[in-house]
């Protein structure tokens, strides 16, 4: 009895010591088992880059899986962090999608400076809609690594998903100035001078992404033709357009621009074809109707250029220009009705 209640009094050593054996061997032991099994059954397709490069063609928001970052293996804080975190990446590179938002959670609350967590975070956060609390993690990275390039260049792409441009400009300018002759950041700082109708800057800076690139960048190409057109280069801008069909020819975008082109040299049958055929790949734009209606109207096809026009309405119903295009419709059923086709037959 003597022995028993001195054991149960006085906490012995090895009592003391229990917490200890389990942080640094049993913890450890499953995240070496965790990373044996990731290892050996790895997410298929998962990206096997580091943070500043991207392999998901133009898209550089995919997950990517770090290694562990152990600053003092006694930081309880820290181990926890690093197991979340390398357990959230797996489950976002398997497309538990919302698993991993959880697990990166609480990796950003137990590790707040490093910018990879706050990074991956708000790829997952950006992947589930929250917008908002993407864009705050990708500052958050920032915060610890104010050169973190893909941070500053997914900023600048959910800036302009969240139609916030001028911004979206800014954020690729500065990834831009840290990696000046990144193809990529070229290319989309190009389309959004587009989308802000400064076409000389587009038209700059989508080719500096094929060139720098090569001859296999379909998209700068066409992004390059689009812009010259909108400055009335169309021969030009149908030469650039050409190159980039070459390379995807199934490119409903590509062939808006060559529509576009041809319009403007007034070659209009063959714009009315180029714009046909984007539609049957894709009929979902709302751009190639308004260019198919225009084109319509050019060759005195009234009745289809109206039903061009409010298609393109019913497919962009916010669309910037809505009330000219509604004042368009009503200019044009005015021609349809003073010009009634010599027949019944849809012609397009």
């Known amino acids: 009895m003597q022995i028993k209640r001195i054991f149960s009094n006085q906490p012995s050593i090895i009592r003391r010591a229990m917490p200890w054996v389990t942080l640094f061997s049993v913890f450890p032991a499953i995240i070496v088992v965790n990373l044996l099994f990731l290892k050996y059954f790895p997410a298929p397709n998962a990206p096997q880059t580091d943070a500043l490069q991207w392999t998901d063609g133009l898209n550089p928001n995919h997950i990517q899986p770090q290694s562990l970052y ?154 390059y033709g689009y812009a010259l057109a909108q400055m009335g280069c169309y021969t030009e801008a149908l030469e650039a357009v050409e190159r980039s069909l070459k390379l995807k020819p199934d490119s409903a975008a590509t062939l808006d621009s060559k529509g576009f082109a041809l319009y403007g040299l007034g070659r209009y049958e063959e714009a009315l074809a180029a714009y046909n055929e984007a539609l049957k790949i894709d009929p979902t734009i709302g751009e190639v109707y308004l260019h198919l209606g225009q084109t319509q109207e050019k060759l005195k096809r009234y009745e289809q250029a109206v039903k061009s026009y409010e298609t393109y309405l019913q497919l962009t119903p916010d669309a910037a220009d809505k009330s000219q295009v509604q004042a368009k419709i009503a200019e044009v059923r005015k021609k349809w009705i003073a010009n009634p086709p010599s027949s019944s037959k849809s012609i397009k």
């Not at 930081?75 to 197991?83: A, H, M, V």
């Not at 357990?87 to 590790?111: C, D, F, H, P, V």
């Not at 993690?137 to 390039?149: D, F, S």
């Open 70 to 223: 152990i600053y003092n293996t006694r930081d309880t804080n820290q181990l926890f962090g690093n197991f979340y975190y390398t357990l959230g990446t797996q489950l976002a590179a398997r497309g538990q999608i919302t698993s991993a938002e959880s697990m990166l959670g609480k990796a950003a609350k137990l590790t707040p400076s490093n910018p990879y967590v706050h990074m991956n975070y708000g790829i997952v956060l950006e992947a589930l809609q929250k917008s908002e609390e993407a864009l705050n993690q990708y500052q958050e990275a920032l915060k610890y690594a104010p050169k973190l390039v893909q941070a500053h260049y997914s900023i600048g792409l959910l800036q302009d998903k969240l139609g916030r441009i001028d911004a979206g400009v800014t954020s690729l300018k500065k990834a831009l100035d840290i990696e000046p002759n990144n193809n990529f950041i070229n290319y989309d700082l190009g389309v959004l001078y587009a989308k802000k109708g400064d076409y000389p800057n587009s038209a700059i800076f989508s080719k500096k992404a094929f060139e720098g690139q090569g001859d296999d960048f379909a998209e700068a190409y066409n992004n």
